[in-house]
């Protein structure tokens, strides 16, 4: 079983930073895009930061400039590392990984089950 989980979220005053960090876990051969998500209340999921294997990066253009992502790929973990948090940034924040699984290297995407960042003003 492939399961990706997230770390590291939590509440912190504008102005401030934190780091996420998601490690995926199982029978994975390799991992191609690994992303972050997010989802505020009552609004639609929208990708926030995605990378490739070979580093490769694309931002929301509202962070921009603030977050950062970066992956290790010898630990299948990607990190986001959000400075100058606004209180708009608050939301739950999602790990995707587009996997290659098995002997036939399957495409499995795995989405981890969300860590609550909150930014109080």
């Known amino acids: 079983q492939v399961q990706v989980a997230e770390s590291g979220g939590g509440l912190v005053q504008a102005g401030g930073s934190l780091r996420l960090s998601c490690a995926a876990s199982?029978?994975?051969?390799?991992?191609?895009?690994m992303a972050w998500y997010r989802q505020a209340p009552e609004k639609q999921r929208e990708m926030v930061a995605t990378?490739?294997?070979?580093?490769?990066?694309n931002y929301a253009d509202s962070v921009k400039g603030r977050f950062t992502i970066s992956r290790d790929n010898a630990k299948n973990t990607v990190y986001l590392q959000m400075n100058s948090l606004k209180p708009e940034d608050t939301a739950d924040y999602y790990c995707?990984?587009?996997?290659?699984?098995?002997?036939?290297?399957?495409?499995?995407?795995?989405w981890g089950r969300g860590t609550l960042v909150t930014v109080s003003s």
């Open positions: 990378i490739t294997r070979f580093g490769n990066t």
């Open positions: 199982g029978s994975i051969r390799s991992i191609n895009t």
């Open positions: 995707y990984a587009e996997t290659l699984v098995g002997l036939t290297y399957r495409r499995l995407e795995v």
